[in-house]
């Protein structure tokens, strides 16, 4: 017998960071298998070109920071008045930077807390309501491998991702008998322009062993497709490339 996977079909999935890396490959994976997909991120021009590629009846840019709420709002308000609901969020913007504790100016560390936590909060709390609205739906946040064991040069990074992966496994207790399965995603290194700049340097061969953002695409779509009587809730991606700490 066949195995029943949940269609996506116009479905209509809200994506922040959808500019570039992990946000854009999931854009259009999504899209390719029928999802109607809102593009948030603050670079309009890179969303406009997306949903050229795409195609404006299933894709909407939004520009959006995630660090403020009323953005966020406004986001789930043009999803749901252009495609008249919202069935998944996935929360992936976020900014990353290495270094000791000391390294850093406090403005960029408090960027960083912003984006990265603040703003799936911010996201998250934008959602909900329109989740419940739907009769259920699903949140996956995209975290890191850093959230379950942050290395050194990463600590404030790492925390966030911590920060992210408590705010996803308390969700899931609270909303899962809504009908929202809340998923976090914990990849290890992926070949993006992430953090580069900030500890990381564009070409630098290391960056080869690393995931392709497709392969995390990937488990978000895993994730949806799943039936509704199941859920994940907490997924690490390697690459074969990489030892486990």
Not at 102 to 124: C, F, I, K, P, Y
Not at 174 to 189: H, K, Q, S
Request: negative net charge.
């Amino acid at each position: 017998m066949a195995y029943e996977t949940n269609d996506l079909t116009g479905t209509v999935v809200a994506i922040t960071g959808a500019s570039a890396g992990i946000g854009r490959a999931t854009a259009l994976m999504l899209a390719e298998a029928g999802a109607n997909v809102v593009l948030a991120a603050r670079r309009t021009e890179r969303l406009d070109e997306l949903v050229e590629q795409i195609g404006p009846d299933h894709a909407l840019a939004v520009q959006t920071d995630v660090r403020d709420p009323e953005q966020n709002r406004a986001l789930v308000a043009a999803a749901v008045a252009r495609f008249g609901h919202l069935d998944t969020l996935v929360a992936n913007a976020g900014i990353g930077m290495y270094g000791a504790i000391m390294d850093a100016e406090d403005d960029d560390l408090e960027r960083m807390l912003d984006v990265n936590l603040a703003g799936t909060v911010w996201s998250v709390r934008a959602a909900v309501p329109e989740l419940r609205r739907n009769g259920g739906g699903d949140i996956i946040i995209v975290a890191s491998v850093a959230g379950m064991r942050g290395d050194s040069n990463e600590a404030v990074y790492a925390a966030t991702k911590h920060g992210q992966m408590g705010l996803a496994g308390a969700l899931d207790r609270e909303l899962r008998r809504e009908g929202i399965r809340v998923t976090a995603l914990c990849p290890a290194g992926v070949t993006t322009e992430f953090a580069i700049g900030a500890g990381r340097t564009e070409g630098d061969p290391v960056l080869e062993a690393f995931l392709q953002p497709e392969d995390i695409a990937f488990q978000v779509l895993t994730c949806l497709k799943q039936p509704r009587r199941m859920r994940s809730t907490l997924w690490s991606i390697w690459s074969m490339a990489h030892d486990l700490p």
